[in-house]
């Protein structure tokens, strides 16, 4: 730590930041009070050793930190060193609150933890995502667009798009988070538990999955592809703009007869208030003599 550093300590982690950078760490601290729970992993297994974390607050003390990440990265984990790197200044905040970003690089760290090194990367990214529960709705949209390209590759070979252009890489995060949520579902909270905890033991993610289950990794991607293609493909957007264009026009047409049933019953009113104006002044007409009419003045006759 440099003298113009500072320190921060909230339970394992260690913030160390620049004094403009007080208020960030003061914040993030708070926010991880109760570290965050890591799906399938041991609870403590963050606090199994200090983590450290860096708010950079320029791009150059970024760079030095984090050497060589894309320029749209919003945040970086050594998990080899328990060291953990995140932006604070414009230029590098993306989409993300700064703590989803810190909850994600966490994620990677515990992973690392508990299952060591072997762990392939759509897998890193993809349980990072669940952990920090960063999907958001918009997010289906920009897959089904990966979908319509025919950017669905093998799993193995999703790591090879990480580091290419930004949309490249965000559909092979957002592929990489279909993948690990799709083995969650399959086996729920304990089942993705007990899968981790046979991948520790036998090293194997292919004999994890045989083990817990009953599933090769081949058989598991075939499947995976398949739950892809049945939440994101085309077919299911087609379907889902019929139905909404069916219902629109149903409102439309209940709307329209609701719209004429009550201009009818305005204009009969009217025709009714039509009448009875008009009978009223024939009425008024009769009993009215005019000044011609011969009536008796003073009691006299008529006036010549």
Same mark, same amino acid.
């Given at each position: 730590?440099?003298?113009?550093?500072?320190?921060?300590?909230?339970?394992?982690?260690?913030?160390?930041?620049?004094?403009?950078?007080?208020?960030?760490?003061?914040?993030? $601290?708070?926010?991880?009070?109760?570290?965050?729970?890591?799906?399938?992993?041991?609870?403590?297994?963050? *606090?199994?050793?200090?983590?450290?974390?860096?708010?950079?607050? &320029?791009?150059?003390?970024?760079?030095?930190?984090?050497?060589?990440?894309?320029?749209?990265? @919003?945040?970086? @984990?050594?998990?080899?060193?328990?060291?953990?790197?995140?932006?604070?200044?414009? @230029?590098?905040?993306?989409?993300?609150?700064?703590?989803?970003?810190?909850?994600?690089?966490?994620?990677?760290? @515990?992973?690392?933890?508990?299952?060591?090194? #072997?762990?392939?990367?759509?897998?890193? !990214?993809?349980? $990072?995502?669940?952990?920090?529960?960063?999907?958001?709705?918009? &997010? #289906?949209?920009?897959?089904?667009?990966?979908?319509?390209? =025919?950017?669905?590759?093998?799993?193995?070979?999703?790591?090879?798009?990480?580091?290419?252009? %930004?949309?490249?890489?965000?559909?092979? +995060? /957002?592929?990489? +988070?279909?993948?690990? !949520?799709?083995? +969650?579902?399959? =086996?729920?909270?304990?089942?993705?538990? %007990?899968?981790?905890?046979?991948?520790?033991?036998?090293? &194997?993610?292919? %004999?994890?999955?045989?083990?817990? +289950?009953?599933?090769?990794? *081949?058989?598991?991607?075939?499947?995976?592809?398949?739950?892809?293609?049945?939440?994101?493909?085309?077919?299911?957007?087609?379907?889902?703009?019929?139905?909404?264009?069916?219902?629109?026009?149903? /409102?439309?047409?209940?709307?329209?007869?609701?719209?004429?049933?009550?201009?009818?019953?305005?204009? *009969?009113?009217?025709?009714?208030?039509?009448?009875?104006?008009?009978?009223?002044?024939?009425?008024?007409?009769?009993?009215?003599?005019?000044?011609?009419? #011969?009536?008796?003045? &003073? =009691?006299?006759?008529?006036?010549?």
């Amino acid at each position: 730590m440099t003298a113009a550093q500072q320190e921060l300590r909230a339970g394992a982690l260690v913030f160390r930041f620049w004094p403009r950078q007080a208020s960030a760490a003061a914040a993030l $601290a708070r926010a991880v009070q109760i570290p965050p729970l890591m799906p399938g992993l041991p609870k403590d297994v963050l *606090a199994r050793g200090e983590i450290v974390v860096y708010l950079a607050p &320029d791009p150059a003390i970024f760079d030095s930190l984090a050497p060589g990440v894309p320029d749209w990265s @919003a945040g970086l @984990a050594f998990p080899e060193r328990d060291r953990i790197v995140l932006p604070v200044f414009t @230029a590098r905040t993306g989409r993300e609150p700064l703590v989803t970003v810190l909850r994600h690089e966490l994620a990677h760290v @515990a992973l690392s933890r508990y299952l060591g090194a #072997g762990v392939p990367r759509w897998f890193h !990214e993809g349980y $990072a995502q669940l952990a920090a529960a960063s999907w958001r709705s918009n &997010d #289906g949209w920009a897959l089904r667009v990966a979908v319509l390209l =025919g950017q669905t590759p093998a799993l193995e070979s999703l790591s090879l798009d990480f580091r290419s252009s %930004r949309v490249r890489a965000e559909h092979a +995060y /957002l592929l990489s +988070y279909t993948a690990v !949520e799709f083995l +969650y579902r399959l =086996g729920g909270p304990n089942g993705f538990a %007990r899968l981790l905890e046979r991948w520790r033991e036998t090293g &194997d993610l292919d %004999r994890a999955m045989r083990r817990t +289950y009953g599933l090769t990794f *081949a058989q598991f991607e075939r499947l995976w592809r398949r739950e892809v293609g049945r939440q994101y493909g085309w077919l299911l957007v087609v379907t889902q703009a019929a139905f909404f264009w069916t219902v629109l026009t149903i /409102l439309f047409l209940v709307l329209g007869y609701w719209k004429k049933q009550r201009y009818r019953r305005k204009l *009969a009113a009217l025709e009714a208030v039509s009448r009875d104006t008009e009978c009223s002044e024939f009425g008024e007409a009769a009993d009215d003599p005019g000044p011609l009419g #011969g009536g008796m003045i &003073d =009691g006299n006759k008529p006036r010549a």
